[in-house]
């Protein structure tokens, strides 16, 4: 039985992890933190709410003894600049790496990514590059494991909408098509990715970057 945190459960694939974990016999609890409360009340779930997530260090206590971060927390690039994307997605995320290491070593962290992340960070697409610093310190940290998930194209299962209104409206309209993306190997779900998590905490796979085939695969154990 596994101990874990969640954080981004505010947000599709989130709360798609943070579903699967509740049901899931493998997982005993969940911490998931976020700016304001779920509203969602389960035996086995707990909620820290930190306003500000550089003050994560000041709440050690309750970060003791997991065995995994799902970190789904993220942003849409739209609208923001290199600096203001990389404190978002890159700052915050090493602030939870670096306080969880320190306290819970062997751990294992899952980073949600996504498709198309350039692991050299040096490439001319600003969120790809970000994206892949914040990869690379993740992996590199010295967890005792950790993936970077980096799904394309995801279907939301189980009542899950997106908190990006755009992607919703796309949502609606291939909706009656969601049975036949469902049979592609480069499409995921929610549900997958859910899966793909639990089973990583015991995986120790060779293979870090899991594009959708991947999170299928492990997701299907």
Known sequence: MHHVIIT?????????VLLECLDSEQIASVLVINRSSLGITHPKLKELLLPDFM???????MLKGYDG???CMGVSVVGLN???YTAITYDITKVFADVLFELNPNMVFNYVSGTGTDSTATGRVM???????TENYILEKGFKDAYAFRPGMIIPERGIKSSTGWYNAIYVILRPFFGWFKKRSNVTTTTNIGHAMIASIAA??????LENKDINSLASG
């Open 8 to 16: 981004g459960s505010t947000g599709m694939v989130g709360k798609g």
């Open 55 to 61: 003050q994560l260090a000041e709440h050690g206590e």
């Open 204 to 209: 120790n796979q060779t293979l870090k970057h």
């Open 82 to 84: 290199e600096a203001k």
């Open 127 to 133: 969120w790809a590059r970000v994206k892949g610093k």
């Open 69 to 71: 971060c799902f970190f």
